[in-house]
């Protein structure tokens, strides 16, 4: 299991119901709004790189109000 920690950058109208969007997707584990360079803080966990991969680039980025991301994947999550 792949865990990782993705900083999204959105609209600032849009913030909370992109939050409530997002919480909703699959591999979403949490996921809150913070303050600083970007907006929203989401922790998620897929099985495969990939299947991280497709979700920032095919999912996540695709979110009306997205416009920028960052993703860390966790070396030790356990």
Known sequence: MITAF??????????RSILQLVKKL????EA???YGAYDL???ASFK?????SLFVVDTLRKVDGVKDTVT???AACD
Do not use: D, Q
């Not at 699959?26 to 584990?29: H, K, Y």
């Open 6 to 15: 993705i900083m999204a950058k959105t609209e600032s109208s849009k913030s």
């Open 26 to 29: 699959e591999g979403v584990e």
């Open 32 to 34: 809150y709004i913070i």
């Open 41 to 43: 803080l989401i922790k």
């Open 48 to 52: 495969t790189p990939e299947a991280l």
């Open 72 to 74: 860390n994947v966790c």
